[in-house]
């Protein structure tokens, strides 16, 4: 979709649609709608007054000017109340009407800057909005054919139409940082919705090297031989199962070439197929289990997005991918492992290999000497049964950290959730044979992941969040289709752009 960033009075422009938000309780109309209300004489009031529409949170009407204007719809979204109302609400409202002007058979569209009156600087809203009509009409069609007669609608052009010319650069700038973004996050959705037969390993470390050669960041790919020169006994007691060939993928940006403060490490597991090795998964909903390489999708749409948008940070991202198979290679319940770190761990289960390949990522991290440590996996069904499908699970080592990371939850909407890392749970993990055991039953199942994974992480601020409820979604939401949301990448991006704003921690 081509997005256009233009000065011009909203009456005065041809469009094929202009869309506006309307408040469920306002006494008057405000923003574009109040423009356009003038500009027809009263058609907006009009509608309302009739009572065939309301404003409701993310209802849609179209109406037609006829001679009045230029424009040839006019297509109104329900913002809810006014008291209600956030940020992540605009973003909802916004992905709305632009899939309500594109099932109209519309291609393009004209979207003031006001469109919500939402009280955002006009860089805020602009980024805002284009990021949320870019997720909204966001479509996974890599595997349909042409012939398949679904009469698939398709959005070509959006305008976002500025009032002043300070507002105009602003919202340029806003736009520009909201398409980085956006082409981030699809990525992210493109490679877990991609059948795990594509998105194999390898497919993850070629899609690293593209994005290393596009922005200029510096891609190593070690191999399962180098992961064993390594030391990577955890990484490997999964990978062994598979035939299909595994990647420790590891993307550095930096900033400039000037020597830079430590890093961030950012780590996502990616089990490009999950069967649940020899402890093998239930044959119902198997098929979903291609998305659990979704914490290193996100990882790397945040890497591509941070080079892209220069931010002024030394991120490095890790991506640790296998697929955990069944074979006569594979390991088994009661084998005993030696992690990268030297720890020895006696598996219980081989169907809880994320935490696995996690530890050997997070000692692996230590040697960046990094001034903190995130890592995001689709690790625990607990966290779905504790937490729904509406937040991820947050734990972690440092509250200063915690509290960045909640803060960029708030601003992004991609909510998260802390829970605890009590010493309790670490005697759930206890082992009469290893160092530690890789599960330690169904009580507080994804808060004992996450102490498993916090014995790797060391000294440095570390937290983990758990996207296994937020990683995929079962019906469509706001503006998220039904399918791979790319949970993580604005949330990531968002922390960085902060990050390198405040000086890290």
Same mark, same amino acid.
């Given at each position: ?85 956030? %940020?992540?609400?605009? %973003? ?9 002007? %594109? ?34 009409l ?27 010319a ?51 960041l ?13 030391g ?11 035939d ?9 940006y930096?900033?400039?070439?000037k ?39 996100a ?17 490095v ?42 530890a ?7 040697r ?15 966290? @779905? ?21 909640q803060?960029?939850?708030?601003s992004t ?11 309790d749970y ?23 992941a ?36 790319? @949970?993580?990448? %604005? ?5 960085l752009e ?8």
């Amino acid at each position: 979709m081509k997005i256009q960033v233009k000065k011009g009075y909203i009456a005065a422009e041809r469009s094929e649609a202009v869309v506006a938000g309307v408040f469920e309780d306002a006494k008057k109309l405000s923003g574009a709608a109040a423009a356009l209300d003038w500009a027809t004489g009263g058609l907006i009031m009009g509608m309302l007054k009739s009572g065939d529409f309301t404003g409701k949170l993310n209802k849609t009407a179209a109406l037609y000017p006829e001679k009045e204007l230029p424009l040839k719809r006019i297509v109104l979204v329900g913002l809810g109340k006014q008291k209600d109302f956030t %940020r992540d609400k605009l %973003r909802g409202a916004a992905a709305t009407v632009a899939r309500a002007v %594109r099932d109209l058979g519309v291609t393009s569209m004209l979207l003031p800057l006001d469109f919500a009156h939402s009280g955002l600087s006009a860089q805020h809203s602009a980024q805002t909005l284009i990021e949320a009509i870019s997720l909204g009409l966001y479509q996974f069609k890599e595997y349909k054919t042409k012939n398949n007669g679904n009469g698939d609608k398709s959005f070509k052009a959006c305008t976002l139409l500025a009032g002043t010319a300070a507002e105009l650069a602003a919202a340029k700038k806003g736009a520009a940082y909201a398409q980085a973004v956006s082409k981030a996050v699809c990525l992210a959705r493109d490679l877990v919705s991609r059948p795990s037969n594509a998105a194999t390993p390898s497919h993850l470390a070629h899609t690293a090297k593209t994005i290393a050669a596009q922005h200029g960041l510096v891609c190593t790919v070690l191999d399962k031989q180098q992961a064993k020169k390594t030391g990577m006994g955890a990484f490997l007691s999964v990978a062994w199962g598979s035939d299909e060939p595994a990647r420790f993928i590891i993307l550095d940006y930096k900033p400039s070439a000037k020597k830079t403060a430590p890093p961030i490490v950012l780590i996502g597991k990616a089990i490009t197929f999950d069967s649940g090795g020899i402890s093998i998964k239930p044959a119902q909903g198997m098929e979903e289990m291609k998305t659990d390489m979704a914490g290193g999708a996100a990882v790397l749409g945040a890497m591509q997005a941070a080079a892209a948008l220069k931010l002024p940070v030394h991120v490095v991202g890790i991506v640790p991918a296998t697929e955990n198979m069944p074979s006569g290679h594979a390991f088994k319940p009661g084998d005993i492992i030696k992690s990268l770190s030297g720890k020895t761990i006696e598996i219980i289960t081989t169907d809880a290999e994320g935490r696995l390949i996690l530890a050997d990522a997070l000692t692996y991290a230590q040697r960046y000497k990094p001034a903190a440590i995130i890592d995001m996996a689709t690790l625990t069904g607990a966290c @779905v049964l504790a937490l729904g499908h509406a937040a991820s699970g947050l734990m972690g080592t440092d509250e200063k950290l915690i509290k960045k990371i909640q803060a960029a939850a708030e601003s992004t909407g991609e909510k998260v959730w802390q829970l605890p890392l009590y010493e309790d749970y670490g005697e759930q993990i206890k082992s009469d044979v290893a160092d530690m055991k890789n599960a330690g039953g169904k009580p507080a199942g994804a808060l004992t992941a996450g102490y498993f994974l916090k014995a790797f992480a060391g000294d440095i601020p570390w937290a983990h969040i758990d996207i296994a409820g937020t990683a995929w979604a079962s019906k469509p939401l706001p503006y998220t289709p039904k399918g791979a949301t790319g @949970v993580g990448v %604005r949330l990531l991006v968002e922390l960085l752009e902060k990050w390198g704003n405040t000086a890290g921690l």
